[in-house]
Every structure is written in structure tokens, then in C-alpha cells.
């Protein structure tokens, strides 16, 4: 029975294709996060940015990332293939990582992260619409959980990385050249590993992915997803405040990475049982749940001001991402019809984007006004109310869309 089976055997029926996936993101987030866990202190200490400065670059990064995504998912659903884009995208991350260690002033490194998210953007809808395609209904939860726990071995191998290059070099420019290697191990992997699936018969209709009878077709099961993502989006902003507020409360330099390694682990280990659970369980209590982890570490991280409360915010921080991220992911693949899948990743990716810009800019005005501690309890704030609308919600639970 479903009830009963165990996560090491959902494991073995994955395709094979969602686990190369799953390894790409892995390796081009080890190559990302050895650059962006010390990207922020690297703008403000060496490059003099303020942190008004700091947060507009990392919203408008992954806002730019967002934006592309809704065309690139579109385009993904008019020509049919998915594979395309997604390597264009893998590519221009990696030939954007060698401007980071060259880049000699913020206005490089502005425009490196900006190409770098523009890449992103332009593989990831179809990324996860062609996850999509491959899990079936069935496994999509444990599916994008995978993919996810995967990508999260990354996103700590990658910091982790920089502590021990930082410890030995002490520059940031040495550890921003060795991040160019997995970059382009993942877009080699991609190129050979990775095989699209023939496409259902009436999957690719033809038509416009963007006009506004597509809009009408995606249905409002799935805009009711896209809201709650977007207003859980509002709830918390870039990571990179995590970094500042270990800083703050006296983490030295070359150990600043760790915050995202802590981070990481949590999200990483909690992603996979919690896709999991997604295929068998109440999605709405899970999202629940989650918004519950966020509240509780932005008060640990507003009112511990010590390494020790820091750790506990940054760990419930990645448990809150492994039990939201996932899980909303396959919201979409379920409420989105087949032919639409790239567009509806592209609309979500857009619009969650935005709000990520606002509640970054928000966090670091916040910052450099009242503090961290305001900061952090205003994402509380805005969590609480997050939670608050989910409950008044009905309807978000994930019914599959009729192909």
C-alpha cells in the first residue's frame, strides 16, 4: 500500500532522469554558493556597499531570474522541448562564474550576477516542468523532494567549500576561481546525462503559452497556489541577512559561509521526507508547518543575539524551506494542465520574484534604520499573517489537473 512504503524504496522508483537533474543542480549550486556565501560580506567589506545596497542586488537578481523564467517557461511549452533551455541557461551561468574573481569594481559584479540570474531563470522553469514530465503523478512530491535535497547537498557542499578555501588562501578570489569547475562539470552532465521524454499526444497544442485564454486555462486552483507562494515570499527575504546577522553577533570572517552550510543541511535532509509525505498527507497542514518553522526562526534570530540563537534560527530557517519549497513546486506540476506546465513555472517564478525584490529591499532598509532584530521580526509579522491566510484559504491541496 502507498500508506506503508518507505522512502528507500520511493527512492528506487524516481526515474533516472530526475536524479541526473537533481545532480546538476547539485553541482552548479556547490559552484553558486562557494561565490554567494561570501558575495555579500565581500560587496560591504572590501567593496564598500551599504546594506540598503546589498539587499537591492540580491532582489533584483533574483527578481531578473524570475522574469526570465515566465518566458522561458513559456517558450518551453510552444516549442515542446525543455532540455534546450535548460542548457542554454546551465551555459550561462557557467561562463558567467570566471567575471566574479575578475570583476574589479560593484558594477561588474552587478552585471555578473545579473547574467548569472538570467541564466537561472531561463533553465528553471523548464527544469522543473520537465521533472514534472518525467515523475510520474503518482511521485511528483518525491520527486521534486529529491531533486531538491540534491540541490541542497550543494548549496552546503558549496559554502563549506569556501570556509576551507578562505582558511587556507584567505581570498576571495581564489575561492571564486575553484567555483568555476563545478559549474561546468554540471553543464557537461546536463549535455550527455539528461534524455527529454517524447511528449504526450495533445501536450503541445500550439497555441500562445502567454495570451490570456492560457491565463483563464491555468485555472484557479493554481492561482490560489501562485497567491499563497507569493505572499509566503513576502514572509522572508534573501539569505544573505542570515549572513549578516551571524556576522553581527561576532562570527568571524572566514567561518561566515557555515551559516549557509547550517541552513543547507536542514533543508537538505527535510526536503526529500517532506516531498515524500506531500504525496500521502494534508498539503495544507505541511504548508502550515512551514510557515510555523519560519515564525520560530525569526524569533530566535531577532531575540538570541548570540551564535547559539543564530544557529537554532538558521536550522528551523532551512526546515521551514525543506517543508514550503517542495511542496509548493508540486502544487503547480498538480494544478497546472500538462501543455501549460513551463508557462505556470514561468507566472509562479515571476511573481514570487517580485515579492522576494520588495521583501529584500524592505529587509535591508529595515536594517540600517532599526536593526536586525526589526528586521527579523518584521518577517515574523508578515509570516503570522501568511499563516492567517492559508487558514482562510480553501482549495489549496494540490488537485491534479486533467492533461
Same mark, same amino acid.
Given at each position: ?285 505541511? /504548508?502550515?508547518? =512551514?510557515?510555523?518553522? $519560519? @515564525? &520560530?526562526?525569526?524569533? *530566535?534570530? !531577532? %531575540?538570541?543575539?548570540?551564535? #547559539? ?40 517564478? /515571476?511573481?514570487? =520574484?517580485?515579492?522576494? $525584490? @520588495? &521583501?529584500?529591499?524592505? *529587509?535591508? !532598509? %529595515?536594517?540600517?534604520?532599526? #536593526? ?32
Amino acid at each position: 500500500m502507498a500508506e506503508t512504503t518507505k522512502p528507500s524504496s520511493v527512492l528506487g522508483q524516481i526515474p533516472k532522469g530526475v536524479w541526473v537533474l537533481g545532480f546538476v543542480s547539485m553541482l552548479m549550486d556547490i559552484s553558486s554558493e562557494m561565490i554567494h556565501a561570501l558575495l555579500p560580506v565581500y560587496l560591504v567589506t572590501v567593496l564598500g556597499a551599504s546594506m540598503v545596497t546589498v539587499g537591492l542586488i540580491e532582489g533584483i537578481a533574483e527578481a531578473t531570474a524570475s522574469i526570465t523564467k515566465i518566458f522561458s517557461g513559456a517558450l518551453s511549452d510552444w516549442l515542446g522541448k525543455r532540455k534546450l533551455l535548460a542548457v542554454i541557461g546551465y551555459g550561462l551561468a557557467a561562463f558567467t562564474k570566471p567575471v566574479f574573481p575578475l570583476a574589479p569594481s560593484i558594477g561588474w559584479l552587478v552585471a555578473a550576477r545579473f547574467v548569472d540570474r538570467v541564466g537561472k531563470g531561463i533553465r528553471g522553469a523548464p527544469r522543473d516542468a520537465l521533472v514534472a514530465d518525467l515523475a510520474p503523478a503518482q511521485l511528483r512530491g518525491a520527486s521534486f523532494g529529491l531533486r531538491q535535497s540534491l540541490d541542497t547537498v550543494g548549496a552546503f557542499l558549496g559554502p563549506l567549500l569556501a570556509i576551507c578555501l578562505m582558511w587556507l588562501t584567505a581570498s576571495f578570489h581564489a575561492v571564486f576561481w575553484v567555483a568555476v569547475i563545478p559549474a561546468f562539470l554540471a553543464l557537461t552532465l546536463l549535455l550527455f546525462a539528461v534524455h527529454e521524454p517524447m511528449r504526450q499526444p495533445g501536450a503541445r497544442d500550439g497555441k500562445n503559452p502567454l495570451s490570456l485564454a492560457a491565463i483563464k486555462r491555468l485555472g484557479a486552483a493554481y492561482w490560489l497556489v501562485v497567491l499563497v507562494g507569493v505572499v509566503l515570499t513576502l514572509a522572508r527575504f534573501s539569505e544573505a541577512f542570515l549572513i549578516f546577522r551571524a556576522q553581527d553577533v561576532g562570527l568571524s570572517l572566514t567561518f561566515v559561509p557555515v551559516v549557509l552550510v547550517l541552513m543547507n543541511v536542514a533543508y537538505g535532509l527535510s526536503a526529500f521526507p517532506a516531498g515524500v509525505l506531500f504525496d500521502r498527507t494534508n498539503r495544507k497542514g505541511l /504548508l502550515a508547518a =512551514g510557515l510555523v518553522l $519560519l @515564525v &520560530a526562526a525569526d524569533l *530566535a534570530l !531577532a %531575540l538570541m543575539p548570540n551564535l #547559539g540563537g543564530v544557529a537554532l534560527g538558521v536550522i528551523l530557517w532551512g526546515l521551514h524551506m525543506g517543508f514550503t519549497q517542495g511542496l509548493l513546486a508540486t502544487l503547480v506540476a498538480d494544478t497546472a494542465p500538462a501543455a501549460l506546465r513551463g508557462t505556470a513555472y514561468g507566472y509562479f517564478n /515571476l511573481l514570487t =520574484g517580485v515579492a522576494m $525584490l @520588495v &521583501a529584500s529591499v524592505m *529587509a535591508g !532598509a %529595515l536594517w540600517d534604520a532599526y #536593526g536586525p532584530a526589526a528586521t527579523f521580526l518584521v518577517g515574523g509579522a508578515f509570516a503570522v499573517l501568511t499563516l492567517g491566510v492559508l487558514v482562510a484559504m480553501r482549495g489549496v491541496t494540490g488537485r491534479v489537473a486533467a492533461d
